[in-house]
């Protein structure tokens, strides 16, 4: 299981919510990003790194520095409570299709 | 990763519709919706009864490990078509959820292949959206829960 790749689960996270609060105006290099944050700088980029791996956060190259901003296009998937809905049809599918397929593979191998 | 099923709930309406593509013959997929023993397993719920049949019933529950009963649900069913359709109700037990109305299509693509459209109709607008809520709330709830383990078992190590 991917944890990383949840949306849902990457914003139930308060600090990673004021990262993106942070960013909702203006793209920003992880120091400044982290100078905003009590937290330790390595947890602050292991924050960034989770947001960008669900893509909610994109990078961009500016000269020698990162700059990360918000994907906007994520976010809009975030609001949208239709997507979690259909991840729980999603996963229930998932399962009984690979059930089935299973079932089907142990009868062909009976058949035999 | 990505996501088969598609959803489509069009502002202002009271139905979802509920598509997706299985890579299973037609018959193996209504298979798995009709056969108790196979919904348990992908729905996670026990079943308590079903009767494919018109005018049959059906009934699901959740318990708890120390027994409490989480979920129920039941409903009654209106038309079975094997392979082709069941039309059925379906409600949520102790909730303000009403009963709604549900269309199961089941069609066949290919030899190996078939498509599952599930047409829901709630009772209002604001039903519909209460229940396509539900799951946002409860996964930030269940995000909430994995990442505290985390946290304790990074912890603890």
């Known amino acids: 299981m991917n944890l990383r790749r949840d949306v849902f689960q990457a914003i139930a996270d308060p600090t990673r919510r004021a990262i993106l609060l942070l960013l909702a105006s203006q793209s ?3 120091g400044a990003i982290a100078a905003n944050f009590d937290t330790a700088r390595p947890t602050v980029s292991k924050h960034l790194q989770i947001l960008t791996e669900c893509e909610l ?4 190259q500016n000269g020698r ?3 990360y901003l918000i ?3 994520k976010m809009k998937e975030v609001s949208d409570f239709i997507e979690a809905f259909r991840n729980l049809w999603d ?4 399962k009984l299709e690979s059930i089935m397929k299973q079932r089907m593979k142990n009868t062909a191998k009976k058949g035999k | 990763m990505e996501r088969k099923t598609k959803i489509a709930a069009e502002d202002g309406k009271q139905e979802i519709i509920i598509t997706r593509e299985f890579e299973l013959p037609v018959d193996m997929l209504f298979m798995a919706y009709t056969t108790s023993e196979i919904v348990e397993q992908w729905m996670g719920n026990k079943v308590l009864k079903m009767e494919n049949k018109a005018h049959g019933g059906y009934a699901f529950e959740v318990k708890d490990p120390s027994g409490n009963v989480l979920f129920k649900a039941n409903g009654a069913i209106h038309t079975f078509e ?3 359709k069941i039309t059925r109700t379906f409600q949520m037990e102790n909730t303000p959820f009403d009963v709604q109305l549900e269309f199961l299509e089941f069609e066949k693509l ?3 292949t078939s498509k599952l459209t599930m047409h829901v109709i709630y009772r209002s607008v604001e039903l519909r959206d209460q229940q396509l809520k539900l799951p946002f709330a409860q996964g930030i709830n269940m995000a909430h829960d994995r990442l505290q383990e985390l ?3 990074s912890k603890t190590k």
């Not at chain 1, 956060?57 to 961009?60: A, T, V």
């Not at chain 1, 996963?91 to 998932?94: A, H, L, Q, T, V």
């Open chain 1, 91 to 94: 996963d229930r599918f998932n």
């Open chain 2, 151 to 153: 946290l304790k078992n």
């Open chain 1, 28 to 30: 920003m290099t992880a």
């Open chain 2, 82 to 84: 094997p392979d082709k």
């Open chain 1, 57 to 60: 956060l994109q990078q961009s």
């Open chain 1, 65 to 67: 520095e990162i700059h």
């Open chain 2, 110 to 112: 290919t030899d190996e």
């Open chain 1, 71 to 73: 994907n906007a296009k």
